[in-house]
């Protein structure tokens, strides 16, 4: 052995990067455990962590810290004699012919104090662990770390997952260690990267698309300087193969990641192997349940999915995911593509495949009967959670394919394709995912052209068509679609697809100011409802009516409406159209004076929208708060309408845009150079046009009001200079125009006045932070109005935001993490 503290690491070759917290985690535990074993899939940066950390111990043992590489012992006879000969090796121990190796290299380390570095167990790990547990036992001053794939299960061992470096939460985030890594690998074999703004959003996607794990990007950096960040990630699309290793001095096991996952994958038993590659049908992360119904059969029992499921999670090929009460598994993308290869050499690819697409339509089919009722929520976590999942089939069976992907081989099953996205499209809506719901209706209404499906089934997907063009105010479309809807649900005789049909029909003629046809078409459906015995139908014709009623001028026939819908969507559970009925009724109170109601009902459909995730309701209610509160608190008026307006413009729902940048005009009519609201309203104006709606009813004296004043203060050509200037401005300019009328009319929030975490993530406005100041002293509603000198309405409004950009439901943890964030003060 050599001399005492010198020990054998090898040099490193690279800078580490990153890992500075991992680092620190293993040197305490390092402190508290004799065994400590790395694991993690492979290259996440297992080996080159246990060498850094290696290097920051050494000095706390005095015979040093000793390197074990354990990667060529694989193949051969007597494992635990060569394990043991490595070991031999690295400590500079003599063999002695016809003597245990084992036995010299623990009386060598018997009175020493020594680190030991295992690396690479995993090919071995029996034979290493029996070593290593023998060594423990007969060399009490002895510490040993290793690095596998799987733990050793030796007693007292403690684990240390290694998982991918840190991501980049936004595309311009710089500082990520993923970020670092690909830029400087990327550097080292070309020298003129450039790492430019562009570039590095560039870089984010990529290095998210790799799961952070250190291997692939930087066998991707080193592509950089040939194909551009761009095209690695489109290549990596279809096959992480594109992942070479340049450097002939690399170790062989990563001289491509395809290496890498050859070395698991040998180690694996043949029912491992079997799961494995079945498990690549899976996008995204899967439940225990959803492996065993898709993957049990033939050779594989689904009572032993479980099983298998923990050896490939303990060999770093699966990851865990969620909490004991919900706990699901995932793939990284690059294991997940290496497995996907392997199921279509093996022949399964299409059995497999189309039990995925069953299983998913029957988690969809079952989770939007249970978007009507209390369990909504909960299908809708459910359908969140499988989101990747129904995109995989969706893509499968109506032929579309990622970007720079080839073309599907298998033949298209468009009939469970369409029946998926029918039973998708209400969880799409009820989240904000127009366009993408809009998306695969419509190609579902284009595939079925060539592959027809059941009538039944192409009603659905035309209905469901219709309604997402009508939500993204494309009325001729949604018309079209509704109408052949129609005509076949008349056709086969089903009234329930007839009576919603109606409805959206209903809504169209709403929102284009033809009220009476709007009224028509309501009643039409509500006695449909009606005849057939459906209260559930019945309720939501009386809050389409109500609506109606409201918007042209009727509010107290929409408080009546809505009031009987909502009495039985509450009794009911029912959290979507409970906050619909809510959002009418506070308008029309509102509308007949009473401002106090409508803000407490305003109030209410947003607190319900928010917890449900329903961003059309959530934006709605702002608006509408928003005209509640704008003569007390013009500030936060405007916070809540730069809200809408965004989410509004990210749903596509250019009439409700309209209605919005009509509110912000108004209320920024008194500002000293009024030529910006004029602008604005041309804006609104032009985009009516081509919507081919008018101003509702109910907005229009407020509407005529303000185009009063500005042609009054403009002047008649000033007016209409800037009313021509915004009727022709891009819809991006327009919401850039609206954005900062309202800031400047609200004063603008003074973010650098608030605490840093409250302004920044949360986005407290001054007056929030202040209500929130007196929530911290235990005032009400009413003494916090008394005390800022506002309404009891405004003061509640001002609260319900703050739980809802806090996310909390209570004012006493909305205090909590308050304080938790540096403030109230």
């Known amino acids: ?84 000969e490595a070991v031999a090796a690295a400590l500079g121990v003599a063999r002695v012919p016809g003597q245990d190796t084992a036995a010299s290299v623990a009386r060598h380390l018997r009175a020493r104090a020594a680190l030991l570095v295992f690396d690479n167990c995993e090919q071995v790990v029996a034979d290493c662990a029996g070593l290593i547990e023998r060594l423990l036992r007969s060399c009490p001053d002895l510490t040993v770390v290793a690095t596998s794939r799987e733990l050793l299960r030796v007693p007292g061992e403690l684990a240390f997952r290694v998982d991918g470096l840190g ?63 761009a095209e690695i990630a489109a290549r990596l699309a279809a096959d992480a193969i594109v992942l070479r290793h340049p450097s002939r001095s690399a170790p062989a096991r990563h001289q491509t990641l395809q290496t890498a996952l050859d070395w698991s994958h040998r180690l694996l038993t043949a029912q491992e192997q079997a799961l494995f590659r079945r ?64 199921l279509g050499e093996s022949g399964e690819q299409p059995a497999i495949r189309a039990g995925h697409a069953a299983f998913c339509l029957r988690v969809a089919q079952q989770a939007q009967a249970g978007l009507d009722g209390p369990g909504e929520l909960g299908s809708l976590a459910d359908l969140e959670a499988e989101h990747d999942n129904m995109r995989a089939v969706l893509r499968r ?46 190609r579902a209404a284009t595939a079925a052209v060539s592959q027809p499906v059941p009538a039944p089934v192409l009603a659905a997907v035309l209905a469901g068509a219709g309604a997402l063009a009508f939500l993204q105010c494309d009325y001729d479309v949604a018309a079209e679609r509704l109408s052949k809807a129609r005509a076949l649900y008349e056709e086969e005789g089903d009234r329930v697809g007839l009576a919603g049909t109606l409805q959206r029909l209903g809504s169209i003629a709403r929102e284009q100011g033809r009220y009476a046809d709007a009224r028509k078409l309501h009643s039409e459906s509500l006695a449909i409802w009606a005849e057939m015995g459906d209260a559930a139908g019945v309720a939501a014709s009386q809050d389409f009516l109500g609506f109606a009623a409201w918007l042209s001028g009727d509010p107290a026939r929409a ?14 559970g029912r959290r979507h159209e409970t906050a619909s009925a809510l959002l009418n009724m506070g308008v029309a109170a509102s509308l007949s004076g009473d401002a106090e109601r409508g803000a407490a009902l305003l109030e209410e459909s947003l607190d319900i929208a928010t917890q449900a995730g329903y961003r059309e309701g959530i934006a709605w209610a702002l608006h509408e708060l928003a005209l509640t509160i704008a003569d007390d608190d013009l500030e936060a008026a405007a916070d809540m309408l730069a809200e809408s307006l965004e989410i509004h413009l ?14 912000i005009a108004a209320l920024v009519v008194a500002q000293p150079d009024p030529s910006l609201a004029a602008a604005v309203l041309g804006a609104a104006d032009s985009l009516r046009k081509a919507m081919g709606t008018p101003v509702p009813a109910a907005e229009r004296p407020g509407y005529d009001r303000c185009v009063r004043g500005l042609r009054e203060s403009l002047g008649a050509s000033r007016f209409r200079s800037a009313w021509l200037l915004g009727g022709r401005m891009p819809a ?37 932070l202040e209500v929130l100041r007196l929530l911290g002293q235990g005032l009400t509603n009413r003494e916090i109005a008394r005390q800022l000198q506002i309404s009891t309405g405004t003061a509640g409004v001002h609260v319900s935001n703050i739980l809802r950009k806090l996310k909390v439901s209570t004012r006493v943890q909305a205090v909590s993490v308050a304080y938790q964030l540096g403030g109230p003060a």
């Open 1 to 84: 052995m050599s001399a005492p503290g010198t020990g054998s690491l090898p040099v490193a070759l690279s800078s580490l990067i990153g890992r500075q917290r991992e680092l620190r985690e293993l040197q305490a535990l390092l402190g508290s455990t004799r065994l400590l074993t790395l694991t993690g899939t492979g290259g996440s940066g297992k080996t080159r962590l246990s060498l850094a950390l290696a290097r920051a111990c050494g000095d706390r043992f005095g015979d040093g810290a000793w390197w074990v590489d354990l990667a060529s012992v694989t193949g051969r006879e007597l494992l635990a004699e060569a394990v043991a």
């Open 559 to 572: 408080l009546e409406l809505s009031g009987k819908a909502l009495s039985f969507f509450q009794a009911g």
């Open 732 to 768: 991006e300019e327009v919401a850039d125009a609206c954005l900062r009328a309202i800031r400047a009319a609200g004063g603008g929030p003074d973010r650098a006045r608030l605490p840093a975490g409250l302004a920044g993530s949360h986005g407290l406005t001054e007056r929030e």
């Open 397 to 442: 069976t109506l032929g579309a394919s990622p970007a720079g992907a080839p073309a599907q081989e298998e033949p298209r099953d468009v009939a469970t394709g369409a029946r998926l996205a029918i039973a998708l499209w209400p969880f799409w809506y009820r989240r904000g995912h127009y366009q993408e719901a809009r998306s695969w209706l419509e």
């Open 650 to 663: 990210s749903l596509g729902d250019r009439w409700r845009v309209a209605s919005v940048v009509e509110t």
């Open 279 to 342: 498990l690549a049908c899976f996008a995204g992360s899967f439940t225990l349940h959803a492996a065993e119904t898709v993957c049990g059969g033939q050779d594989l029992r689904p009572a032993d999915v479980a099983e298998l499921i923990a050896a490939l999670a303990a060999k770093s090929l699966v990851q865990v995911d969620g909490t004991a009460e919900r706990y699901r598994y995932r793939m990284l993308e690059t294991i997940r593509q290496y497995a996907e290869r392997a």
């Open 167 to 229: 991501l980049p939460d936004r595309d311009d985030d710089a500082d990520a260690d993923a970020v670092e890594l690909f830029i400087q690998r990327a550097r080292a074999t070309s020298p003129g990267f450039s790492a430019g703004p562009a570039n590095r959003a560039a870089i984010a996607r990529l290095v998210r698309q790799l799961d952070g794990l250190p291997l692939a990007i930087e066998l991707a950096a080193a592509r950089a300087g040939v194909l551009g960040v």
